[in-house]
């Protein structure tokens, strides 16, 4: 009773502190589901890009297990089904005379090795490609406002511990704020043409969405500070359309070492592959990546980067009134496909391991941990968030801006949804892996 106690105070104290405080259309569809495997190895490929071609872009990804399902609107002109993999050979299929739902069991990429070009690898500068790049932006990249339809999800696990001299050792805690998914309409602002200058943002329309786990409302998929970015934080840190907060940025350059790799190719496209990392004399924490570009056009195809391992010793709690917080692992991929002669967002992974730290010290501290009947010195909980959007529609006609009292804050009330299938004709991810 007492550990059940202990559990319920504790993750009322954490909702407490960090205040975790829809229209649908139907329409009739066919679905193609499939398998997508390397072809030498017989193992399945992770987020591999599923598309068809025709009036407009529809879409998804295959998940851990290579598996994918595209729900497509019959009487939507389609003429092929496309699959790609980095560095993979790309395979297309005729669905030109499809209507019903279709089976692909197993299909296989065949393994392409990046085409490592001295040439290229000694003439041509990381950073003046970079440059060449960021002017680009307004070429390869939309001017005008389109709509896109996305699917999210997210994943927050907890791991709580009480601190103090009159607490048991073996306090350990460990619960689940839920596996949240939704349907997101998203207003996407144009890029602008003076490529510096921060675009507006983005907005969002909820469509639909359900959960599992121990939560039972919405409130995780809106931004908070402890659980990490919700679906209106990542897509308005596309650093694409803000270059000056990018950390790539000319200003912030000096921290960083630039390589070219060389060239790989996807989907037939030679891509540049440029490497960073933070130099061995920056006393702090910063990132390790690598940015794909391609050659042809310039256009970024992705940004990846998550914390270098050379700033870990620079890493550590950061202090404010009652709590600290401690960045233990952060990553961000960040991909774009060329659909319809313009570049534009694909896909966002994000994921975080967070240390919290509350104390029972000052004003604050000492009421909230009276007020939930926690006595110790000290909270300590860990955080681990993974988060995906993928965009399964893009649409350029008929452009329209929400209402206001559409947009999804993080004042929206929902109703809460039960497990059952709420998708209905909406593409959505079908994630099996859970955050270790």
Known sequence: ???????????????????????????????????????????????????????????????????????????????????????????????????????????????????????????????????????????????????????????????????????????????????????????????????????????????????????????????TPFSGAGPNTLINNDPLKDIKSLFLFRKNRKNYNFKLKGVKTIDLRDVYVIEFDQKNSVEKQLYKGSILIDKESLAFNAIEYHLSPKGKKYNSMDKILFFGTQINDLSKSITYKKYNQKWNLLHINYSENIDIEMYNTTLIGKTAFKKHKIKADTIKINSKNQKHIIITEVEKKNVTPFEKNELFTKSTEIKSETNEDVWGDYNYFNSVKEID
């Not at 790309?90 to 197993?106: A, Y």
């Not at 500068?125 to 339809?149: C, G, S, T, V, W």
């Not at 998914?181 to 200058?197: G, S």
Request: proline share 3%; hydrophobic share 40%; aromatic share 12%.
């Open 1 to 223: 009773k007492i550990h059940i106690f202990i559990k319920m105070k504790i993750k009322s104290i954490f909702i407490f502190l960090v205040f975790i405080t829809a229209s649908s259309y139907s329409q009739n569809y066919f679905q193609i589901t499939g398998k997508i495997i390397d072809k030498k190895t017989k193992e399945p490929l992770s987020f591999s890009s599923v598309y068809v071609s025709g009036e407009k872009y529809v879409g998804s990804i295959s998940n851990e297990l290579g598996d994918f399902i595209i729900k497509i609107p019959k009487g939507l002109s389609v003429d092929s089904l496309h699959v790609s993999f980095v560095s993979y050979k790309p395979n297309s299929f005729s669905i030109q005379d499809i209507n019903d739902d279709t089976i692909f069991n197993l299909i296989e990429l065949e393994g392409k090795s990046i085409l490592l070009n001295e040439y290229i690898v000694t003439a041509v500068e990381p950073l003046e490609l970079l440059d060449q790049a960021f002017k680009k932006i307004p070429e390869n990249y939309d001017l005008k406002p389109i709509m896109m339809r996305g699917f999210y999800a997210e994943n927050i696990k907890l791991k709580s511990k009480l601190v103090g001299d009159n607490i048991l050792e073996k306090n350990n805690i460990e619960s689940s704020l839920g596996h949240k998914e939704a349907i997101l309409d998203i207003y996407r602002n144009p890029f602008n043409e003076k490529y510096t200058k921060k675009a507006d943002n983005d907005y969002i329309k909820l469509i639909a969405w359900r959960q599992t786990g121990d939560k039972s409302d919405s409130s995780i998929l809106a931004d």
